[in-house]
């Protein structure tokens, strides 16, 4: 080979950790010859930034279209961060929910993976100091030169100043300092410091002369005999190799003098070691055994798995589909395959995964976004080194490097967090699964209580198995559910403040019995919104078309939708009163009632407010769960399949708001929240019991509710989405743009309408319209609606031509303030 075909130039073609449709081409330094495709990379970017991408693919020749730059540093020369599969599914969710590559890569790598820079300021070796400066601009010059380089925050906190930038500012038009990107490795591994006792000790004669030595030296010996209280002298020879923890050493004596003489003598050594996060231990309790029924259902499931049909497993709350995923989790580790096991939310899996660590010890993993960004690489790079072969997550955790997945376990497979809302790629977490288990050969798992209707639609028509387990595991019986009619109690004055007098006395009872109790109200806060009782003024968001939320632990009025808070007013600023009513009530109202009426009772609250901490969730669920508190009173986390021996009644509150919601899906929530949460009443040994407050018993949801009719539902439900072409039957596409420029965000729907309905027809689009909140953070909102039949148009033609017209619009000046977000199958 001759030595011109060796030098041949390389370019690598490389996935940026930004929200940008295409690759970037960069040029491989010699060096890097050896690049392997999903390796991480630092590239440069834009005028200063350096940033972390992802290799796609070398390439021996290069663009034209601009100037190629050179890869600076290359990560993971050895094991690529990503592997083949990661790449199909993100080129897969790219093309289905119309979202830059980019996007996805963002949301797939953890930020702890992602190479970072800083922008910091140093002093300008030409400067001349012949100007007159402030206190502030001598004060960073001082810290510079005494720390040589500063970042941005750093001179903030100097300064004392949210906003430093002026100061800064004026130094460099000055020509005082100089900026830099400093580049910095975000993960860092766990470490601590491990003790051994030096091998000569391990001779017993040695180590007898050694006592002998330190009689006359108490604080060494004590720290001798702390260190053999952990590895026994009959086993110093096997176990001293691994040495013991320094914390455990010192973990009761304060010897930090004598542990140093003792380090210069050599009798023991320290070494710093790379150690896990997670100290989850070894399974402890042997698998469980199925009931007759659990049985024949796993049986049904095997037996569809052995076709390759993703599985739905209908099973009523309590019936024990857990024990059942237990079983065929143990099944897919025996064959040496991965299982992924996903809840929609955090608060579903604290509760799982002490039930998984009993069964499955340290093969158990635990990924979302409660963790910090070493735990979760920590998690990430378990899965590659095939330390974790369990993963339990959040919707992210499909994103994670399997490289052999046999089972996705999809547990409340209907629940709307499995849909990414905020920000792109908005994909539904159980669909890119079902995907996902197409690569890998893999088997689903989806299991509920109340299927999403579109999963049991699929199972009716034999796209997927259905499996049902319509009994509870106990035997125990489901709930009786009744009604208070609030408006009939409000005639009758059996109201007190929101409580019906029926209710308070089932729950004088039930506390004296020494029972829990429930309350589910989907609204937090104190109030929905004060009102002035002298001219009716309500305060309202200067941001957002809402009213503001009161809370009263803190005294402040909140935006629900861009987080403005302000106090709450003493005098009305329209009209000078006094005279403030609130209007409304949310979960905080409920706590400060309750104590009213009983001011002993152990109240825990669960909601947005208050599980903002890592901690707080597991904390209020242990607490409750250990009879620690009366009555747990919560948002819709309360439903979300939680399992507490002794709650005996669950009260659901404010119902009728959740039925008239302006939805399709409004009766599908309502009758899959309430069902959801009845099932946490009376789950072991006695019935339990469920009061829903309505003004309005009769509805055909609610009486749907009450005799646990899902199929009666399906089948009245099912008929209203084929007359009014809803999904299953039609694929829906949401349009939504916003600006704080209203002309521009007229324009630019209208002109978007417009090219729509002249490419696929009128009938097909509805809007542009405003959404109920039209307003949020000073910028106006706008929606566009599609609604396609199946199998009418080509799907992928239809979300091209949206890119398409999503691009050229935006390219155009006018609409430089709009933003434009597309949401495929949105809920």
């Known amino acids: 080979m001759s030595s011109q075909e060796t030098q041949k130039i390389l370019f690598a073609e490389v996935l940026l950790t930004r929200p940008i449709p295409l690759f970037y081409t960069y040029k491989i330094p010699a060096q890097f010859t050896h690049i392997s495709k999903g390796a991480r990379v630092l590239v440069p970017f834009g005028k200063n930034k350096i940033i972390t991408g992802i290799v796609h693919q070398t390439l021996e020749t290069s663009p034209d279209v601009y100037e190629i730059k050179e890869i600076l540093e290359v990560s993971d020369e050895g094991s690529p961060c990503i592997n083949e599969i990661q790449f199909k599914l993100i080129h897969w969710i790219s093309e289905y929910y119309i979202a830059n590559k980019g996007d996805v890569l963002q949301v797939m790598l953890p930020s702890g993976l992602r190479v970072s820079s800083e922008t910091r300021m140093e002093i300008n070796p030409l400067w001349e100091n012949t100007e007159e400066l402030s206190d502030e601009e001598t004060k960073i010059l001082e810290n510079i030169t005494e720390r040589k380089t500063l970042s941005f925050e750093e001179v903030g906190h100097l300064l004392e100043l949210k906003n430093p930038t002026r100061f800064i500012k004026s130094l460099y038009q000055r020509g005082a300092i100089t900026y830099f990107e400093e580049v910095k490795e975000k993960f860092t591994p ?15 004669t040695q180590l007898k002369l050694l006592f002998a030595e330190l009689e006359k030296k108490p604080k060494q010996l004590e720290i001798l005999l702390a260190y053999l209280q952990h590895i026994p002298i009959d086993k110093l020879r096997i176990e001293n190799q691994n040495g013991v ?11 930090s003098s004598a542990f140093k003489s003792l380090l210069e003598k050599k009798v023991f050594i320290e070494k710093k070691q790379v150690i896990s996060r997670f100290q989850f231990p070894k399974a402890l309790k042997e698998l469980p055994q199925l009931s007759e029924k659990q049985q024949l259902a ?11 049909k993703p599985v739905l497993l209908h099973g009523i709350t309590g019936s024990g589909k857990t024990e059942i995923y237990i079983r065929l989790i143990d099944e897919a580790i025996q064959n040496g395959t991965q299982v992924l096991f996903l809840v929609p939310e955090i608060a579903l899996s604290t509760q799982m995964v002490e039930r998984l660590l009993k069964y499955f010890g340290n093969k ?57 809302q905020d920000r792109a790629p908005r994909y539904n977490t159980r669909d890119s699964a079902l995907v996902l288990a197409q690569f890998h050969q893999a088997q689903v798992l989806m299991g509920s209580a109340t299927p999403a209707l579109e999963t049991y639609y699929h199972a009716q028509q034999g796209k997927y198995g259905l499996v049902k387990l319509l009994e509870r595991y106990s035997k125990v019986e489901m709930p009786d559910i009744d009604f208070l009619n609030v408006r009939v109690l409000e005639l009758e004055k059996k109201m007190k403040g929101h409580f019906p007098a029926p209710l308070l006395e089932k729950l004088q009872t039930l506390l004296l019995n020494k029972k829990q109790v429930i309350f589910l109200q989907n609204r937090r806060g104190y109030s929905s919104y004060i009102q002035c009782q002298s001219c009716g003024w309500v305060p309202e968001c200067q941001k957002c078309d809402v009213n503001l939320t009161f809370h009263s632990y803190n005294q402040s009025l909140v935006c629900h ?25 949310g979960t905080e ?4 009632e309750i104590k009213l009426f009983f001011p002993d009772v152990r109240t825990l609250r669960m909601d947005q407010d208050t599980t903002k901490t890592k901690f707080a969730l597991k904390t209020i669920i242990e607490q409750f769960a250990n009879q620690d508190a009366d009555i ?3 948002t819709q986390m309360v439903a979300k399949g939680l399992d507490f021996d002794n709650v005996s009644l669950v009260a659901v509150f404010d119902c009728d708001r959740l039925l008239h919601y302006p939805d399709f899906r409004a009766h599908e929530r309502v009758f899959q929240l309430l069902t959801q949460v009845s099932g946490r009443a009376g789950r072991k040994n006695e019935k339990g019991e469920v009061l829903i407050l309505t003004s309005n018993p009769k509805h055909k949801v609610l009486q749907m509710v009450k005799n646990y009719d899902y199929l009666g539902f399906y089948e009245a439900e099912i008929i209203e989405r084929e007359i009014h072409a809803y999904p299953p039957f039609t694929r829906n ?37 405003s959404p109920v909140v039209s307003k949020i953070n000073n910028e106006y909102l706008l929606d566009l609606h599609i609604k396609i039949e199946k199998n009418k148009l080509d799907m992928k033609k239809v979300k091209l031509f949206l890119a398409e017209i999503k691009s050229s619009l935006l390219a155009d000046k006018a609409f430089s303030k709009v933003k434009c977000m597309i949401d495929v199958d949105p809920l």
């Open 190 to 204: 766990k470490t601590e410091k491990i003790v051994f006792l030096d091998t000569f000790y391990e001779d017993e």
């Open 245 to 255: 923890s320094k914390q455990k050493v010192f973990q009761e004596i304060d010897k």
């Open 298 to 308: 796993k049986d049904e499931i095997t037996s569809f798995f052995n076709e390759n």
């Open 364 to 420: 158990l993993g635990v990924y979302h976004s409660k963790y910090s960004d070493n735990e979760r690489v920590e998690v990430w790079n378990g899965i590659k080194d095939g330390h974790f072969q369990i993963i339990l997550g959040v919707r992210s955790s499909i994103f994670l490097p399997f490289d052999n997945l046999g089972l996705i376990i999809i547990d409340e497979e209907h629940d709307g967090s499995f849909k990414q």
């Open 561 to 585: 939708y861009c987080g403005h808070n302000e106090r709450h007013p003493r005098n009305c600023p329209a009209c000078g009163a006094q005279n403030f009513k609130t209007i409304g009530f």
């Open 589 to 592: 109202k409920l706590e400060d």
């Open 632 to 634: 747990l009173i919560g």
């Open 733 to 769: 596409i949401d349009i939504r743009a916003k600006s704080d420029n209203q002309g521009a965000l007229n324009k630019f729907m209208s002109l978007f309408s417009n090219m729509l309905i002249e490419k696929i027809g009128s009938s097909r689009v509805l809007g542009p319209q």
